[in-house]
């Protein structure tokens, strides 16, 4: 019984990535590989969690007019809880980035063209990434660019939203959606590796851009160790969290309804570029829509579930 209170004083977030962790310690040791340390995609949350840590330590030494060092190292101390709160999104990218990777080891048969069939069943023979290219233009390209790097930038925003509210349950909600969502992408990865249309059809150009998709594109496939990511759509699955909980907590989040309206049409633009910028086939985005909604389900099922076992186990003791 101790051992059970002392797991479920584990947040859900790290009880998740521990999981996970164990599969990618699991895959070094049977296919090999070394870890990747650092990772581009870390950047944005590190960056974030350092300056909401700096900016409680300044608030609380101003608002308290303190000047004694040990009252200055006791606020730092106690704002490093701060740092506990990003410490799994952080984790969860070092995490999932060094999944992905092992992708490579694996041996699986690829599935781009059953994706580009079904792709074609869909609309008529045509594909939809070589019909769009008539109506490509580098302004609307470089548009589409800005609008596809807000994958992560989506979700987050619904998930520090909440943290500033100090709205735990929905707080641990989207950072556990999050993590689900990645790994539930990351198993497709490995049973079904699939290519995106860029890397299999053939297009009569490059798409037109003025320097933003360009730049952007490249810094992309310097940081993508692995093409074989396309089923499911993980921008897809990670904007789509940002809709299913801006409107989970649409009574909670100031001006909810609002927020709701301003995420979701850049989360439906988002999905269109997946497959206007040719990194993804249409049924990647159906793909992605599904494990959006399983890694949700799972998430709020299982904050739910550890939070009435916490419950339980404080009650106990008093």
Same mark, same amino acid.
């Given at each position: 019984?101790?051992?059970?209170?002392?797991?479920? %004083?584990?947040?859900?977030?790290? %009880?998740?990535?521990?999981?996970?962790?164990?599969?990618?310690?699991? #895959? !070094?040791?049977?296919?090999?590989?070394?870890?990747?340390?650092?990772?581009?995609? #870390?950047?944005?949350?590190? !960056?974030?969690?350092?300056?909401?840590?700096?900016?409680?330590? !300044?608030?609380?030494?101003?608002?308290? *007019?303190?000047?004694?060092?040990?009252?200055?190292?006791?606020?730092?101390?106690?704002?490093?809880?701060?740092? *506990?709160?990003?410490?799994?999104?952080?984790?969860?990218?070092?995490?999932?980035?060094?999944?992905?990777?092992?992708?490579?080891?694996?041996?699986?048969?690829?599935?781009?063209?059953? %994706?580009?069939?079904?792709?074609?069943?869909?609309?008529?023979?045509?594909?939809?990434?070589?019909?769009?290219?008539?109506?490509?233009?580098?302004?609307?390209?470089?548009?589409?660019?800005?609008?596809?790097?807000?994958?992560?930038?989506?979700?987050?925003?619904?998930?520090?939203?909440?943290?500033?509210?100090?709205?735990?349950?929905?707080?641990?909600?989207?950072?556990?959606?999050?993590?689900?969502?990645?790994?539930?992408?990351?198993?497709?990865?490995?049973?079904?590796?699939?290519?995106?249309?860029?890397?299999?059809?053939?297009?009569?150009?490059?798409?037109?851009?003025?320097?933003?998709?360009?730049?952007?594109? =490249?810094?992309?496939?310097?940081?993508?160790?692995?093409?074989?990511?396309?089923?499911?759509?993980?921008?897809?699955?990670? =904007?789509?969290? =940002?809709?299913?909980?801006?409107?989970?907590?649409?009574?909670?989040?100031?001006?909810?309804?609002?927020?709701?309206?301003?995420?979701?049409?850049?989360?439906?633009?988002?999905?269109? =570029?997946?497959?206007?910028?040719?990194?993804?086939?249409?049924?990647?985005?159906?793909?992605?829509?599904?494990?959006? #909604?399983?890694?949700?389900?799972?998430? #709020?099922?299982?904050? *739910?579930?550890? %939070?009435?076992?916490?419950?339980?186990?404080?009650?106990?003791?008093?």
């Amino acid at each position: 019984m101790n051992f059970l209170r002392r797991v479920f %004083l584990i947040p859900p977030d790290f %009880l998740f990535l521990g999981i996970f962790g164990i599969l990618l310690g699991s #895959i !070094i040791v049977r296919y090999g590989g070394s870890l990747k340390w650092v990772d581009g995609s #870390i950047v944005l949350p590190a !960056i974030g969690a350092s300056i909401v840590f700096i900016w409680t330590v !300044i608030y609380k030494i101003i608002r308290n *007019r303190l000047r004694k060092f040990s009252d200055i190292l006791n606020v730092i101390k106690d704002s490093a809880k701060v740092l *506990r709160d990003w410490l799994p999104l952080i984790l969860m990218i070092l995490v999932y980035e060094n999944l992905k990777d092992k992708t490579a080891l694996m041996e699986n048969k690829t599935i781009e063209w059953t %994706l580009a069939r079904m792709d074609a069943a869909l609309f008529g023979g045509i594909q939809p990434t070589q019909w769009l290219e008539k109506y490509t233009h580098p302004v609307l390209v470089d548009i589409m660019a800005i609008n596809y790097a807000l994958y992560f930038i989506l979700p987050l925003s619904v998930w520090f939203t909440l943290y500033l509210m100090k709205n735990q349950k929905g707080f641990y909600e989207v950072s556990t959606a999050m993590i689900a969502t990645l790994y539930l992408g990351y198993i497709g990865y490995v049973v079904f590796p699939a290519a995106p249309p860029r890397f299999t059809l053939t297009y009569s150009a490059p798409l037109p851009s003025l320097f933003l998709h360009h730049f952007l594109q =490249s810094n992309w496939d310097k940081a993508a160790a692995v093409m074989l990511g396309a089923f499911p759509s993980l921008h897809v699955g990670l =904007s789509t969290i =940002s809709i299913i909980f801006a409107y989970r907590y649409r009574k909670v989040l100031p001006k909810g309804m609002l927020f709701f309206w301003i995420v979701t049409p850049l989360t439906v633009g988002l999905w269109f =570029s997946t497959v206007y910028l040719r990194h993804h086939w249409v049924v990647d985005i159906f793909a992605g829509w599904f494990v959006a #909604i399983a890694g949700s389900f799972i998430a #709020i099922t299982g904050v *739910r579930f550890w %939070l009435n076992k916490r419950e339980s186990f404080i009650r106990k003791e008093e």
